[in-house]
């Protein structure tokens, strides 16, 4: 069973910098494509950004673009998801997610992903 555990989230001032880490069980993460999701109050889970499994490319929203950064350590079988200038709009739950791979395809679609974690609060004061 594979699992996935969000860490790093917490409250954070208007311009301030977080980074989540998704540790991701089992063996081959280097078959997994891996995302980030978040979802506020009332609103549907949406795209954050996206890796391959070699982590050679990579895709983001609109509304992080040049803000927030994917990347990967597959020796440590983790994704991380650096924020830097957050606003309050960024104020969700991120959620991480891993796609079954075995091309350098990125994936941006909710329904794309096989495994989720648990979800971790990142709220953002202003």
């Known amino acids: 069973q594979v699992q996935l555990v969000e860490s790093g989230g917490g409250l954070v001032q208007a311009g301030g910098s977080l980074r989540l880490s998704c540790a991701v069980s089992?063996?081959?993460?280097?078959?997994?494509?891996m995302g980030w999701f978040r979802q506020a109050p009332g609103k549907e889970r949406e795209f954050v950004a996206a890796?391959?499994?070699?982590?050679?490319?990579?895709d983001y929203a609109d509304s992080v673009k040049g803000r927030f950064t994917i990347s990967r350590d597959n020796a440590k079988n983790t994704a991380y998801l650096q924020m830097i200038s957050l606003k309050s709009e960024d104020t969700a739950v991120y959620y991480c997610?891993?796609?079954?791979?075995?091309?350098?395809?990125?994936?941006?679609?909710?329904?794309?992903?096989?495994?989720w974690g648990q979800g971790t609060q990142v709220t953002v004061s202003s």
């Open positions: 997610a891993a796609k079954i791979s075995f091309g350098v395809r990125i994936y941006a679609q909710t329904n794309s992903y096989d495994y």
């Open positions: 089992g063996r081959s993460f280097g078959n997994y494509a």
């Open positions: 890796i391959n499994r070699i982590g050679g490319s990579t």
